[in-house]
């Protein structure tokens, strides 16, 4: 009876291995670099408007013949996209014997097949930018083949790879914790802070108090503690404070889960397996949004908006609150934090609750104080401008300023929207009334973004109607109008006249405020492709040489947002 109970149990462990590993064996993904796997960048980082998607493996300290990058499974390529910004030229390839489809993100440069497939599309859509959905059986590959260079495309900063899986739903996966990619990782995730933010409420309005901080101790490896009682004297929610790190790099990366157990009883938890591009804005309600903008580190809270559809969250009790009635005298919270590769850290800390501390909170709100509430539109007017809201724009119920101030010198009244420290979900839609605006320079309005501080100005867009300029923003913040009435620069790199010996020629782009809209460029009158890198606003072009010598004719013609135009004549020779 022992030797068959020790056999059931072998056989028992054996079947539990296998099934919790099968996912990583059945899927078996090959390598997207020929290069060691080293990342800068994880999934599910935290960042501002989004969780980053996929994994971004470092690729800049390698020669170009180096940067190869290979489809990880056999497929066709069922999507290619090229576009100035995001993932610049990326390459998605669908797997149908697994559902899936893999990305492959700011490629410089794809396979000389997909390139001419590309180049062909630009040139009959006359645009830089194309998304393409080729036929299913023009692009096949194996597991292994070639498909292009890994490069620093897009809104990239620097070269390298994004690689993402995504699954029959075309939701992002957790490839690191899913055992399909494998990196060198023994560090425990570092906690750096815990903070406690209070929820009031006043004439049935809620009121998020000043975050409380509470540095962290460390007492061994992966455990922290914060030193003393913490104080609950109203319904609160906690947040966290962390960095991650990995072996042999200096980046720092996002986590794969948080829990909270208040006396061994979970009440939180987030796991961040994947994610869903419909919802991934959320996670500006997942931050702690003015702490987080403020921290080199990632500050996330423990507390789950009503407004927020991020699907991370697991086990949560009452969105993460917890009210000193429900909290017994000296409770003890344990948070815990683990990376994707499995490793943990913990921080305990004593709380208790406190039933006598009253806030005056007449302070908190004005005469230009509205409330906001998430679940319903609402309209805030004012002589000079008027704010519609739409249902859902808030993560939560807030209290939100709306007021002018006098502007003598400008062709508006600024106009004061909320706190810059509550992000949005929705654009909202405003209105600032013209005040002196001349007829001839209507065409030319739009809205401005006025740094409360440095008195800087961003073009938040817009446009002259019915004696008021009209737009859309995310950003709360002071608005006022501006014109825009300057031309575009175009500023060639050589001379006119010169001899290019490359393969490209180049030209910078810039505009003074509104933004480029579009541009063309021609060669001996025909049009021509001229990739844009809007990082460092240049174009590129790309020559087709001949056997002999020629003089070629170059015309670029680049227009803003107001519809401010600028042409550049030059001629070449190659």
Known sequence: MKIIHISFISCLLTFLFLTNNCFAQSTDYGKPVDVPIRLSANFGELRRNHLHSGIDIKMAEYCRSRRTVRSTADGYISRIFVSPSGYGRAIYIYHPKKKTTTVYGHLEKFIDSVDNYTRKKQYKNKSFRVNLYPPANLFKVKKGDVIGIAGNTGSSSGVHLHYEIRNGAQEPMNIIEKGIINVKDTLSPTIVSIGVVGIDTVNNFPIFTKLRRFP??????????????????????????????????????????????????????????????????????FSEYRKNRASKYSVARLYRSHNNKLNIYRNIDNRGILKPSNIPENSKLNINVFDDCGNK??????????????????????????????????????????????????????????????????????????????????????????????????????????????????????????????????????????VDTTSPKIIPRLKKGSVISGKYFYIKIRDNFSGIAKYNGYIDGKWDIFEFDAKTATLRCKINRSSTRKKHEVKIIVEDWKKNKKHLKTYYYW
């Open 216 to 285: 962290v101790s460390k007492k061994a490896n992966g455990e922290y503690f914060v030193r003393g009682d913490i104080e609950i004297d109203k319904p609160s929610y906690f947040t966290i404070e962390y960095v991650d790190r990995k072996n042999g790099v200096h980046n720092s990366f996002g986590i794969y889960e948080i829990d909270a157990l208040l006396n061994d009883s979970l009440f939180f938890k987030v796991t961040i397996d994947k994610l869903n591009f419909s919802t991934t804005r959320f996670a500006n309600s």
């Open 345 to 482: 850290s913990r921080v305990s800390l004593n709380i208790s609750p406190c039933h006598n501390k009253n806030h005056d909170h007449s302070n908190d709100m004005s005469e230009n104080s509205y409330c906001v509430r998430w679940d319903k539109s609402t309209i805030l007017k004012s002589v000079y401008g008027e704010l519609k809201i739409p249902f859902g724009a808030f993560y939560d119920t807030e209290m939100l300023d709306f007021y002018y101030i006098d502007n003598p010198n400008g062709y508006s009244n600024k106009l004061f929207v909320g706190n810059i420290y509550i992000p949005s979900q929705k654009p909202m839609k405003i209105k600032v009334k013209d005040i002196s605006l001349p007829e001839n320079l209507r065409s030319k309005a739009l809205l401005a973004n006025v740094n409360k501080h440095s008195g800087r100005k961003r073009s938040a867009g817009g446009y002259w109607k019915n004696g008021y300029v009209n737009g859309n923003i995310r950003d709360n913040g002071c608005y006022e109008i501006v």
